[in-house]
């Protein structure tokens, strides 16, 4: 019987400080696949962004599901990384779905962020049906959350925070974007009405041409850009490894570093804006009301006790129907042993007789079961979990 408890790990390095990214940016989602498989755990969601790295696990065996992100942690080598498990791992989960954990409050990729990461785990086979309707859920009251507040019309996503940015500083005429996916791909949207001269840069010909085709943008091979070209340059590639060096030699640059680890290794005299600078820019500019912060946190809380009891209640559904299925195996193999002695003329009344003396002693367990399990004493559940688990033959 699986536990009806989820287990996150949660290394999010929402300071932006690189002692605290330790090793996350150079390892892909199959690397952390590999060692939650080899714990013998099987049933798990992986989120990882730009900022965030979250394991989401459902198991019947709690103490190896915490030694394995424990394990995990220490390998990846952050001092960021904590465990949450139960009622608090699903509050979590719905306030990173809402935007409320994002490091720009509200940032709405994170939404598509999370559901592309289920489908990888629906996908691969990872997805229990406990986790599909927790994640389902779990969206549900983050949209719930959007629509009840002002997250959906205030809200700032990294893209928009970075051309905010440019178009309030003076003297920005020319922008090269350095990157050819999803993240440039938004950067150049929320820019193409600027009213500046727009170059995209990257390695492959094929994609360049791909993202300017009907924006109106220069394109050029990252083997022959130059920084001393434009005003302002924005990256964002993925690489565990600085792709160039910005020197003193040129003219001052506004640059806007959206790697994670940075894509710049040095900014000499320009203006350097990574993404902890992204971060304050935004909540300067977007930040919910304490009235907005009470509907968010009311909703949250209602929605995850919601949910809590309705895993509880399907854990209370298994545990039920596999006492009444061990009592109807007991109950067939002794009414076998009566009918040879009375004969198998009487099935029907030893049938009855039987299923009147299981419903009788089972009454009051199922319905002190039903109690433990509604009441959510963690204690007792446990006990449950002991009692009538798959050790004890369920």
């Known amino acids: 019987m699986i536990s009806m408890y989820i287990i996150s790990l949660h290394a999010t390095y929402k300071t932006m400080d690189l002692t605290h990214l330790g090793k996350w940016a150079s390892h892909d989602k199959a690397f952390f696949a590999q060692k939650i498989e080899e714990s013998g755990i099987h049933e798990y969601v992986i989120l990882k962004t730009c900022n965030r790295m979250e394991i989401y696990v459902a198991v019947s065996e709690i103490q190896n599901a915490k030694l394995c992100l424990a394990s995990i942690a220490s390998d990846m080598q952050t001092t960021s990384a904590y465990l949450l498990e139960g009622q608090d791992s699903i509050t979590h989960l719905m306030r990173v779905c809402a935007g409320l954990e994002s490091m720009i409050l509200g940032e709405q990729e994170i939404q598509k962020q999370v559901k592309d990461s289920l489908a990888e785990a629906q996908a691969s086979g990872t997805a229990s049906k406990m986790l599909n ?21 205030s809200a700032f996503s990294i893209p928009k925070a970075a051309s905010g940015i440019i178009m309030h500083t003076k003297g920005i005429g020319s922008v090269c974007i350095v990157g050819t996916g999803h993240m440039a791909s938004r950067v150049l949207k929320e820019l193409s009405d600027a009213g500046l001269r727009i170059t995209l840069c990257g390695r492959s010909a094929a994609k360049l041409n791909a993202l300017s085709n009907g924006h109106g943008t220069d394109t050029v091979n990252l083997a022959d850009f130059n920084p001393s070209n434009f005003d302002a340059i924005i990256t964002a590639v993925s690489s565990p490894e600085p792709i160039f060096k910005i020197t003193s030699a040129g003219k001052p640059l506004l640059i806007i570093d959206l790697g994670n680890p940075r894509n710049v290794s040095s900014n000499g005299n320009s203006t350097y804006i990574d993404l902890m600078g992204i971060k304050n820019y935004a909540h300067i500019n977007a930040k919910l009301s304490s009235e907005d912060n009470r509907i968010a946190s009311r909703i949250i809380s209602s929605s995850s006790d919601a949910m809590v009891r309705h895993l509880n209640s399907m854990e209370a559904d298994e545990i039920i129907a596999s006492l009444y299925k061990k009592a109807e ?43 433990i399990i509604k009441e959510g004493d963690v204690t007792k559940i446990e006990t449950l979990r002991e009692i009538f688990g798959e050790d004890g033959g369920c």
């Not at 389902?136 to 959906?152: H, I, N």
């Open 329 to 371: 195996v007991a109950g067939t193999a002794q009414c076998g042993k009566a009918l040879k002695l009375i004969g198998h003329e009487h099935r029907a009344t030893v049938d009855m007789m039987a299923k009147s003396i299981s419903n009788a002693i089972l009454s009051s367990p199922v319905q002190n079961i039903k109690r």
């Open 133 to 153: 309707y927790v994640f389902m859920k779990a969206l549900s009251a983050a949209k719930k959350v959007r629509t009840s507040t002002s997250l959906s019309t």
